[in-house]
């Protein structure tokens, strides 16, 4: 079954300690990105990457990381969590065509508590 | 930068109307649009993918147009069923590779 997953799905943590939500998807696109939903404000892109090894930055990067080093899989890291992220993480993934991407598939999202 | 706006933000009908959903960006040089639904708590499903070079898509019952020119896209619903209820977003392309949402209407079809 083509799909994107994420884990875990619930994670609750304390400010500071580093943690990893992971994203894999089983269509070979080559574009996957990281978005947050907020209540009032919305689905946010935090990163997106075209290929392995190119990322770069949404509209609300700060506090995140990412790598792509398999196509497949695209992690986002949290070095040093604060409430502020405390939100529902959704990652996604897309063939990418010629000047853009094209229809988007959504993992089921990780809620995040950080304490 | 492109901004996307829905209208209205809650909806409620009653079963068997047919509705309309706005949604209007302000950067017309889209890629595409697409429309998706997300049940409460849970993550988001496509509905709807229209290409710029199109004018509407059709699945089932529902229709997603687009006006690039006036900066517009409409998401029509015929026959509204209760199962219908759920959160509908839709989503433009920002400089071709991000993706910038609106913040979705609120759909209720009462019985």
């Known amino acids: 079954e083509a799909q994107v997953t994420q884990n875990p799905r619930y994670l609750i943590t304390v400010t500071g300690k580093k943690l990893t939500v992971t994203c894999s998807q089983n269509?070979?696109?080559?574009?996957m990105s990281w978005y947050r939903q907020d209540p009032g404000l919305g689905l946010r892109q935090i990163y997106y990457s075209m290929n392995v090894e190119v990322t770069d930055k949404g509209d609300v990067p700060e506090g995140y990381k990412v790598s792509r080093k398999e196509k497949r899989n695209f992690p986002l890291i949290l070095e040093s969590p604060s409430p502020n992220q405390t939100s529902l993480y959704f990652c996604?993934?897309?063939?990418?065509?010629?000047?853009?991407?094209?229809?988007?598939?959504f993992g089921p999202g990780t809620r995040l508590t950080v304490l | 930068k492109q901004e996307v706006t829905q209208i209205p933000a809650a909806l409620s009908v009653p079963e068997g109307e047919n509705l309309v959903l706005n949604c209007s960006f302000t950067?017309?040089?889209?890629?595409?649009l697409q429309w998706f639904r997300q049940d409460p708590g849970k993550g988001l499903t496509s509905l709807l993918l229209?290409?710029?070079?199109?004018r509407e898509q059709t699945s089932g019952r529902l229709n997603a147009s687009l006006d690039k020119s006036s900066g517009r896209s409409t998401l029509y619903i015929a026959a509204s069923q209760p199962g219908d209820s759920a959160t509908y977003l839709c989503?433009?392309?920002?400089?071709?590779?991000?993706?910038?949402f609106g913040k979705g209407t609120s759909l209720l079809v009462t019985p």
């Open positions: 229209i290409q710029s070079s199109q």
């Open positions: 950067d017309s040089a889209i890629y595409n």
């Open positions: 989503a433009a392309p920002n400089s071709g590779y991000a993706l910038n």
């Open positions: 269509m070979n696109h080559e574009y």
């Open positions: 996604a993934s897309s063939p990418r065509l010629a000047g853009g991407v094209d229809e988007q598939f």
